[in-house]
């Protein structure tokens, strides 16, 4: 079985100030991981994805994500918040192809100008 | 990336009557959708997932009679709530992977808001 925990349901940055979004998981087998984010009565935009391979994974928007087997870790960054930046992250695990994801319980994040 | 469009994306309903929601992946085959509920300021709650030819997997306390998911094409799945009632107004999303894949990438609507007067 799977689950995420994403620390802190609302996070607020300043514009131009790094951005940290934790989320840890648990998993039975090695995780496939996602980030996802949300806008206002809209549906999930893909962030940045885990599989295999390097650790040190880059999205859009500037966003990036590092894989921390060792602290079951997945934490999301970006190094300067935009006003845009604004919304619900959600950070999901899944066992591997073909399988369901599994949601945190979402961070909102503010941008304070 | 691949396209999952929803309709409606907004319907408001009379309590007693049913809707249907469509979840269409538009420039890939879905050989498995997945139905989620959103509650407000919280996370997804997956519903079931359907594949296509066969009866969905309806998730523990989810009311299969209640929301009725019918995946009868690669393209396309519904999801219709029967009998709503105040209780079920909720944001409701799609997602659907590709067949044929390694990518463990599922895309998603832009999900449904749904209004039970």
């Known amino acids: 079985a799977q689950s995420v925990t994403q620390l802190g349901s609302h996070v607020s940055v300043s514009e131009g100030a790094l951005v940290l979004l934790r989320c840890n998981y648990s998993s039975s087998v090695p995780p496939y991981l996602f980030w996802y984010v949300q806008y206002p009565n809209q549906g999930l935009q893909l962030l940045l994805k885990?599989?295999?391979?390097?650790?040190l994974v880059k999205g859009i928007n500037g966003f990036e994500a590092e894989f921390k087997k060792s602290e079951t870790s997945f934490h999301l960054t970006k190094p300067s918040a935009h006003m845009s930046d604004a919304a619900e992250y959600f950070c999901a695990v899944t066992p591997g192809a073909g399988n369901m994801l599994t949601f945190g319980g979402g961070t909102r994040l503010m941008v304070k100008p | 990336g691949a396209v999952v469009s929803q309709h409606p994306s907004r319907v408001i309903c009379k309590s007693g009557t049913s809707v249907k929601i469509e979840c269409r992946s538009l420039?890939?085959?879905?050989?498995?959708m997945f139905w989620y509920r959103q509650f407000p300021k919280q996370s997804l709650m997956l519903m079931a997932t359907?594949?296509?030819?066969?009866?969905?997997?309806?998730e523990q306390g989810v009311e299969k009679d209640k929301f009725l998911i019918n995946h009868a094409s690669l393209t396309l799945s519904t999801l219709t709530v029967t009998s709503a009632h105040p209780e079920d107004s909720s944001f409701y999303i799609c997602s659907a992977r590709a067949r044929e894949t390694i990518d463990t990438e599922a895309f998603f609507g832009q999900g449904t808001r749904l209004t039970v007067v």
């Open positions: 885990y599989t295999t391979g390097a650790t």
């Open positions: 359907s594949n296509e030819g066969s009866k969905a997997t309806y």
């Open positions: 420039d890939f085959q879905a050989t498995t």
